[in-house]
């Protein structure tokens, strides 16, 4: 018994080798010699063909075991298969661990330091005799002054333990946490963003596509409405029964419904490959027939004034709260400039041995205060205060401008959604007219030729009418998703503590 996605494992498995044969190749070269300069080309060759393996050649019936995907499956696939969106994520986990890697700077330094060291002479030392101090030590015998003797090993083997606060490396430190833990926000809000962008392409794809595959059948019967009606247009204008002005108009609506259904099934695949592509699945239908999307779309209700939709975005865009971070972490590179300032003050405590045979005590401890103060980087520190302020004073306009662009990017999608909705409007009553219209020409037609081919011509204006309506309708809900996008209310997830 074969399985239709046998051959894809078999592809992927021979895929896989081949990868796997590329970076034992590239790696072999590498090692043989280290000083060359590597061509990375076919490694990244082999690891996009990989992720084309992973990400777009696999099945939906291979990922989730069945073909037809609701909107609720669509969002699943695409929220956890999407490479940006895996990529977002691995940037807020690094911003997390570089969080914490500089909260623990704050901490005081345990320092272990040793040192074995042999001299080419020996040291000596002696000691003056009070009262003829300055008088030059001999090496011989004698009194007063007395003899040279050793002070050291010319061996020596010497350790330290030394723990050491500085309330200035402090300082500086804390605001590096501080600005840390924003850059851990900041990725989160980043990565949220990334997913409301996505759910975006999703929704919107989905809403087309649900469109498109419903308008289909009915542009397939157009086509063949219209065509019978040049047939017969043909017929009677051969009969002398109509006018070659009527001929030309069933051609010109014949070829339009070929058009249009040539459009159609072109929109169904780029539909297709966008959400196929956000949910890293197969376009295809070469190994199960291709996924389906199912549901029922309906007419959007919405209804909210545009400074609520502006206000709402201004508190759910991820944006605004990236650029207010954004704005608090250069005040903090300006509070950290000014703690530059001040000189470095430690304090120590050590515990020191040195296993000098001459010594006669070997271990000691110590307690103190250092004061450390660099005049150059004193001076250099000016400037960079003055960086600081110009990029504090820089983020807080951008912060603005973010608001302001937020503002009229969902001006713009509400707009387009209004539109939309009037253009649906004009589309329903359209097809109410060509329905009143059929049934007043159904009730009165004499049953001839050319009063049935004009019944035939009313239908498939409503046929064309309801296609019209069907795709309005997709691209209105379409229109929604992005204004909700845009809003930030498509897509929420809580911040991991």
Partial sequence: MTFPFQGYVRWTQIGTLCVAIALLSSCRSAMVNPFRTLDYLPVTDASS????????????????????LSLDDCRAL????????????????TKEAIRYSTQTRLLPHFIFSGDLSERDNQ??????????????????????????????????????????????????????????????????????????????????????????????????????IRNEVLRKSGQLLEEKLARTEDYARAEQKAARSRRLLSKVRNDIEMARNALASAMALSPDYSFDGGFQVVGNLSRPVFDAQLSEMEMTAIRRRPEAYDAGLAYLNSVNDVKRAIVKYFPRVSGFWRYACDKDKYLYNKNWKEVGISVYFDFVEWLANLDESKATQFKAEKSERELGAVALGITSQVRIAA????????????????????????????????????????????????????????QTLGEVNAALAALQSSMGTNYSEPMSH
Wanted: some cysteine; aromatic content about 8%.
């Fill in 49 to 68: 063909a990989m992720r084309l393996v992973q990400h777009r050649i696999k099945p939906a019936t291979a990922v989730t075991g069945k073909r037809f």
């Fill in 78 to 93: 695409a929220l956890g298969n999407n490479l940006e969106l895996q990529a977002a994520r691995l940037e807020e986990m």
């Fill in 123 to 224: 040291r000596f030392s002696y000691s003056e005799v009070l009262g003829r101090e300055g008088t030059p030590a001999g090496t011989g015998g004698g009194t007063g002054v007395t003899n040279y003797s050793y002070g050291h090993e010319r061996s020596t083997w010497y350790y330290v333990l030394e723990s050491r606060w500085s309330p200035t490396d402090a300082a500086l430190a804390y605001y590096v946490t501080r600005s840390s833990a924003n850059d851990k926000t900041r990725a989160h809000y980043q990565k949220l963003r990334v997913a409301q962008k996505l759910v975006e392409v999703v929704d919107t794809a989905y809403c087309r596509l649900i469109a498109l595959q419903q308008a289909l059948p009915l542009a397939e019967n157009l086509v063949r």
């Fill in 415 to 470: 707009l387009k959604f209004f539109d939309g909705m009037e253009e649906l409007k004009t589309a329903e009553t359209s097809v109410g007219t060509l329905r009143r219209v059929l049934q007043a020409t159904e009730v009165r037609l004499s049953m001839d030729s050319v009063e049935r081919l004009v019944v035939e011509e009313t239908r498939a204006d409503l046929l064309e009418a309801k296609i019209a309506r069907i």
